[in-house]
């Protein structure tokens, strides 16, 4: 099974911070990787599909990148909406998700 | 407007069963293949099994075959998830999440399935 690594667990940053989340496969999974957002008590939402695309709706200070076991999800400027958990998933092989990034602000 | 609305959860002993069903509305249901995703209190997400649009195909992870199944009724815009055998370790919200391609673009609210005795 392909086991994904987020780091960090847990990030402070403060408000317009750009932001980098990091989540590392470990296998190659040829960019199929997703991230999403989940806010307290809310269900998940999807933010970025196949590594780099940005679901419709969501601000294009979300972005997304990387290749071969390597992906990155970074917020360009940081707002207090942002707070909430970020998970990775890959469908490559199997289907897995990552333990999370817990973001918050500082 | 996409709407996934799950219902069916609850307290339920270990050993026995629980059918958990997710009203879709706000697009055509039987263009989809639909999943469901469950979050143990506390903890982060795991997917748990995967319908194909029309049915015919069906996927799950390692630790719910055999134990759960996952069906829909496209005459109602209806997907289910049949979970017998429950475990402590099953004890989870469950949403359902609507696929493109491999990813889950639209997700329920969740329902909570407490296993325990």
């Known amino acids: 099974d392909i086991q994904m690594t987020q780091s960090p667990p847990v990030l402070s940053a403060s408000v317009g911070d750009r932001v980098t989340l990091s989540c590392k496969a470990s296998?190659?999974?040829?960019?199929?990787l997703d991230w999403y957002q989940q806010k307290h008590g809310e269900a998940p939402k999807l933010l970025i599909y196949?590594?780099?695309n940005l679901q419709t709706g969501i601000p294009s200070r979300f972005s997304g990148s990387g290749s071969g076991t390597d992906y990155t999800l970074t917020i360009s400027s940081l707002q207090p909406e942002d707070v909430a958990t970020y998970y990775c998933?890959?469908?490559?092989?199997?289907?897995?998700f990552g333990a999370g990034t817990k973001l918050e602000l500082k | 407007e996409v709407q996934l609305v799950e219902s069916g959860g609850g307290l339920v002993q270990p050993g026995r069963s629980m059918k958990l069903s997710c009203a879709a509305s706000?697009?055509?249901?039987?263009?989809?293949?639909m999943a469901w995703v469950c979050q143990a209190p506390k903890k982060g997400l795991e997917w748990v099994a995967t319908?194909?649009?029309?049915?015919?195909?069906?996927y799950y992870r390692d630790s719910v075959k055999g134990r759960f199944t996952i069906s829909r009724d496209n005459a109602k815009s209806t997907l289910y998830l049949q979970m017998d055998s429950l475990r402590s370790e099953d004890t989870a919200t469950y949403y359902c999440?609507?696929?493109?391609?491999?990813?889950?673009?639209?997700w329920g609210q969740g329902t909570l399935v407490t296993v325990s005795s």
């Open positions: 999440a609507r696929l493109i391609y491999n990813s889950f673009a639209y």
């Open positions: 706000g697009f055509t249901f039987n263009n989809y293949d």
């Open positions: 319908i194909s649009y029309d049915g015919s195909s069906t």
């Open positions: 296998q190659n999974i040829n960019k199929n």
């Open positions: 196949y590594t780099n």
């Open positions: 998933y890959q469908y490559n092989s199997g289907y897995t």
